[in-house]
């Protein structure tokens, strides 16, 4: 099944200490993180709606202030992104969208 995508976003993905660069697609049912081809860790990573429990602001190494934080069931995945409350509050639209339709 192919996704929208309602907006994309350059972001790095913290996995481990690489913070992996690449877009944030904000998709229908859920985020689409898709890493540039010249990172060590390439795989795509895809955060489902139905598993979201909190998107919030936070700090990127505990001072910068460009930091996004997705807390699922399972884990928590930490994003750095300029304007980080306006992408948080597009992907709480699409979140609240999704839970509507359920």
């Given amino acids: 099944m192919r996704e929208t995508v309602t907006k994309t976003i350059a972001a790095n993905l913290f996995r481990g200490i690489e913070a992996v660069g690449g877009h944030l697609d904000i998709c229908e049912s859920g985020l689409l993180f898709r890493p540039h081809g010249v990172n060590f860790q390439t795989q795509e990573e895809f955060i489902s709606y139905e598993h979201v429990l909190q998107v919030q602001p936070c700090m990127t190494w505990g001072f910068i ?30 979140l609240q969208k999704f839970k509507e339709n359920l």
């Fill in 65 to 94: 202030p460009n930091g996004l934080k997705v807390v699922t069931q399972q884990t928590s995945y930490h994003f750095v992104v300029w304007r980080r409350k306006h992408i948080a509050a597009a992907i709480m639209t699409q």
